[in-house]
Every structure is written in C-alpha cells, then in structure tokens.
C-alpha cells in the first residue's frame, strides 16, 4: 500500500490510513533542512533543500514494527519535536510540542503515490536555489493560525507521539549539545 512506510533499516514500520484526509507540500525551510543533517538524511531532500510532508491527524498514524526505535528531537529548546527511527535516523514527522492541537506533518518520499497533489511550497527563501512559493494558505501552518486548531482540540490522544499529555519520548535537544 502506497502510505506504508519504514526506516532505511527496516527495524521501524509505520504507517499513515489510507482515507485519512491531508495535505502534500514541500517546505524548504532551514529547520527542516537541519533536521536531516542532524540525522545524516540530507538524501531525503530534493536538490534545493526541500522536505516533502503530509499533513495530516497523529490519529491516522500506526507504527507497526519497532516502535520501541521511535525517538525524537529538537532543534532548539521551543522547536518543533521531530520525530526519528532511532535505530537508524530515518526521519519520520514533525509535531508540536503537546498533543493540544492534532496535527502531525509526516515526512513522506518525494514525488511518492497515495498522498495526493503537492499543494505548496512553503519558505522558499530557504531553498538552495529558485523555488516558486506557492500554496502557504492550504498548509496546516497557515490553518492552525487561523483558528481552525481550536475546533480540533479535545478530539485526540496525540497517539502514537504523545500519551497523558506528554511526548512518548524525551527530545535530544540539539542546540544544549546533545546529539541524535
Ligand atoms: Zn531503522
Ligand atoms: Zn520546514
């Protein structure tokens, strides 16, 4: 099935429902350029720094092998959490930082069948070369600061990435030292 994914070793699979509603864009940003270095996964990227994610609920999420590897870190103290297969750093999502608002972007392979359109690429100005911007007002980013968040709240756990309020993992922060 096209949203089964796993980790470069295999020890992790996880997988996304398929009728789960979403959004596929790129975004270029340099924190999400330095998530994949942090974890050796600049192959991920496209050739001018881009990250392909779906945006989606943490609900439509299942890890099915593994899910003892998952692991997560943070850029700065207040970053986003970024999820990792720790047994082998494959990047995996990005989410907030409490399971108040259910959103998760999943870190998908580029050009990949079963997500649907690529609807945006957001912070172009972050590419390594000329990217058009375009679609920032469909991201999940833009939708959350809208309000639209609010009407979210109550309806999810934030499992598999968080359980009675907190992340299932203690973030390796990277700007205190720490390493992945
Ligand atoms: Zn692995
Ligand atoms: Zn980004």
């Not at 429902?17 to 974890?39: F, I, N, V, W």
């Not at 899910?67 to 700065?76: F, I, K, Q, V």
């Not at 998908?108 to 590419?127: E, F, H, I, Q, W």
Request: charged content about 15%; hydrophobic content about 40%.
């Amino acid at each position: 099935m096209a949203r089964d994914l796993r980790c470069a070793c295999g020890a992790m699979h996880w997988t996304i429902a398929p009728t789960a509603p979403g959004t596929r864009l790129r975004c270029y940003c340099s924190d999400c350029q330095a998530y994949a270095a942090a974890l050796g996964a600049e192959t991920m990227m496209d050739d001018k720094g881009g990250t392909e994610l779906f945006q989606t609920l943490p609900s439509a999420v299942t890890i099915t092998k593994g899910a003892e590897h998952l692991a997560n870190l943070r850029l700065t103290p207040k970053g986003l959490l970024r999820w990792y297969a720790g047994c082998c750093k494959t990047p995996i999502a990005n989410t907030l930082n409490g399971p108040r608002l259910p959103f998760v972007g999943m870190v998908v392979p580029a050009n990949s069948d079963g997500y649907g359109p690529l609807v945006a690429c957001v912070m172009t100005k972050s590419a390594k070369g000329e990217v058009r911007q375009y679609g920032f007002a469909r991201t999940g980013v833009n939708i959350l600061a809208r309000g639209l968040g609010a009407r979210l709240r109550g309806h999810s756990s934030g499992a598999p990435f968080f359980a009675a309020g907190q992340p299932v993992r203690t973030p390796v922060i990277l700007s205190e030292g720490s390493t992945p």
